[in-house]
């Protein structure tokens, strides 16, 4: 068990150096190139959604069930004391942005880790929290992380959840 912990936490840290490397590497020019192919790409596609999630692709919002249920997973753990799982699910949570990115296409991953950034951000300072043992501080950057998701996914059409019938 111990050694799944001790891999989920490898593939989070690589995962997060991954799209650093990402985010530096490409030249600023390549970043604009980029973003305009990720808004044609989605207007080709009909799948523009509002305020400005032009490179969300085909993602909806069934898509980061995942990234919800180990926000909640990482909350359950902090709510018991278990920082140890809670650190390991808020890594899962890293991971799993990143999948989500990297599912949509390279042209489109820069963008989507930009629109990612905050939830990023707070999972950041729920790890550094959770290093300082500072469970108050975790806990509300949890929450400000599941916000932040929530901005996102209310953008997003509901996806597997959604049915339509005709009459």
Not at 89 to 108: C, K, P, R
């Amino acid at each position: 068990m111990e050694s799944k912990r001790v891999l989920t936490s490898i593939l989070a840290a690589i995962a997060l150096a991954t799209t650093i490397a990402v985010t530096q590497i490409l030249p600023p020019l390549q970043h604009e190139a980029v973003a305009q192919n990720a808004t044609a790409t989605n207007q080709t596609a009909g799948n523009q959604t509002q305020g400005g999630g032009a490179a969300m692709g085909n993602l909806t919002q069934a898509d980061f069930g995942p990234v919800r249920d180990s926000l909640n997973t990482a909350r359950e753990s902090l709510q018991t004391n278990d920082t140890t799982s809670a650190y390991g699910a808020v890594n899962t949570v890293g991971s799993e942005l990143f999948g989500l990115a990297n599912d949509q296409g390279e042209q489109n991953m820069k963008a989507l880790m930009q629109q990612f950034k905050p939830i990023q951000d707070s999972i950041d300072s729920t790890r550094d929290a959770l290093r300082d043992n500072d469970a108050a501080k975790a806990l509300q950057q949890l929450n400000t992380a599941d916000v932040e998701l929530l901005k996102i996914t209310q953008q997003l059409t509901p996806g597997e959840q959604e049915e339509e019938t005709e009459e």
